[in-house]
Structure formats: structure tokens, C-alpha cells
């Protein structure tokens, strides 16, 4: 995939990962908007408000982007949130509802907004971006990793909708990386710049694989193929003695 001279919409990128690579993006040449709720503290680039659990909010932002930018050819879309559940509490539920909402359907909905505008374009791409957690649970996070798998199916039913259009479809699948305190819940967290310094090897490669999964999440991805799968998650697992009663 060339990044040099691209307009790239990155809806989640007010910090952490995204922001990392709207600025790997603009520094290759691309011209890059952030999306997100929070789009104060994004210095630099030029931002959109975006709340992918509100359908009116996306297609307001995909027509002020496109009012904008006509040319926009990639689109990233990668809002999460991250929550802690106990399976054994019904009361979970609302954390399940609200990780669904934001990582899977807002990751459903910015696709719609945009995949009219990049087929009429007839080029460009969209990439989604899942998890390590979505092939090998960390069942702290049970609905977390639930919808990132989602993502993952979506993202390669997606890949075979738009086969022939001319846009690209690529899943980015982070492991654990030292943004917004991950470094202190897990200290052997991926530093961001080792991380995006490989994210951008692999998606500059030719032809762009479809998905990017950096040596420290191949572990997690290809866990139930290589055999490690029962005794990674009974590791993960041991997680839950840290919930109260248990």
C-alpha cells in the first residue's frame, strides 16, 4: 500500500495507535483526518467530531470529510473502548452492550458511510482493526475480544463484497501496546513507535497483505493452528482470580 500521497480518514485516531499512525501517515506526504469524540487534544491534523455509536453523528462526519476531501481514498476505522466484565454478574451486560455498540457496529457503520464514495471512486481502501484478542480470548474482556472477532469476520466478508471494485480491504491486528496505560496493566506491552515502525514495513509491501500482524501478536493469531491455543488461555485465564469473590 502506498502511504506517500494518500487522503487517509482515521476515525479513532484522536490517541494512542491511531493517532500514531495518522501522524506515520502525514509525515509520509499523505493529507490525514482524525476523527473521534474528543478531537481537542489532536494538535496538527485536521480533525473531525465523530461518535461511531451515533448513527446520525457518522454520516454527518463522512459528509463534512467528503464536502472536504472528494479525493478521500482510505479510510481506518478503529474507535474501542476496552472493559473488564464478570461473566458471573448479569450486570455485565451493560458493559457488553456499550463494546459492542462502539467496536463492532461503529466499525460497521463507518464502513457504510464510506464504501459508496470508494467504489464510485473506483480505487482506495479501508482498513479495519481487530485485536490479538479476537483469536485468543483474554477472558477479562470477554465481549472485547467477542467483538473484535466480529470485526474480523466483517473484515473478510468485506474483502470478498468489494473484490473487483478496486478498493482494498486490510485488517491491522495490534497485540498489546503501550498506549493509554497499557503499559501498566501489562508492562510487557509493545512500545507504540516499535509497533508502528512494523505496521508500516508490513503495509508498505507489495502487494498489501491482508491483514498486518506484527511478530509479537503472531503468537496470539495463529495460537489454535500452532497448537498453544489451551494452554495460552488457561495462562490468560488466571486473570480472573483478580475479580472480587474469586
Known amino acids: ?10 476515525v479513532g485516531g ?7 499512525l495518522a501522524r506515520r501517515f502525514a509525515d509520509a506526504g ?8 474528543d478531537t481537542d487534544r489532536v494538535e ?5 467530531t465523530v461518535d461511531v455509536s451515533d448513527p446520525e453523528s457518522v454520516t454527518r462526519a463522512r459528509d463534512e470529510v467528503l464536502a472536504a476531501h472528494p479525493d478521500l481514498d482510505l479510510v481506518v476505522t478503529m ?3 476496552m472493559l473488564l ?8 451486560i ?12 461503529g466499525t460497521i457503520r463507518v464502513v457504510d458511510a464510506f464504501t459508496p464514495h470508494l467504489i464510485a471512486l473506483g480505487h482506495g481502501d479501508v482498513m479495519t482493526v481487530t485485536s490479538g484478542i479476537a483469536f485468543l480470548p483474554f477472558p477479562l474482556m470477554a465481549s472485547y475480544g467477542a467483538s473484535k472477532a466480529g470485526v474480523h469476520a466483517y473484515t473478510e466478508a468485506l474483502r470478498a463484497h468489494l473484490a473487483g471494485t478496486g478498493v482494498g480491504v486490510t485488517e491491522l491486528v495490534p497485540p498489546a501496546v503501550a498506549t493509554a496505560g497499557q503499559e501498566q496493566v501489562n508492562p510487557n506491552a509493545l512500545p507504540l513507535d516499535a509497533f508502528l515502525d512494523e505496521v508500516v514495513g508490513l503495509l508498505t509491501q507489495t502487494p498489501t497483505p491482508d491483514e498486518i ?7 496470539l493469531r495463529w495460537a489454535e493452528r500452532d497448537g498453544t491455543y489451551a494452554d495460552l488461555l488457561a495462562q490468560r485465564s488466571q486473570a480472573l482470580a483478580s475479580l472480587p469473590g474469586r
Do not use: F, K, W
Open 14 to 20: 484522536t490517541s494512542g495507535i491511531g493517532l500514531g
Open 1 to 10: 500500500m502506498d502511504i506517500t500521497d494518500r487522503t487517509v480518514l482515521i
Open 44 to 48: 496538527g491534523l485536521e480533525t473531525v
Open 79 to 81: 474507535s474501542g473502548v
Open 94 to 105: 451493560a458493559q457488553t452492550e456499550t463494546t459492542i455498540a462502539v467496536n463492532l457496529l
Open 213 to 219: 500482524v506484527v511478530e509479537r501478536a503472531r503468537a
Open 30 to 37: 499523505s493529507t490525514v483526518v482524525v476523527g473521534g469524540r
Open 85 to 92: 466484565e464478570d461473566l458471573r454478574d448479569p450486570a455485565h
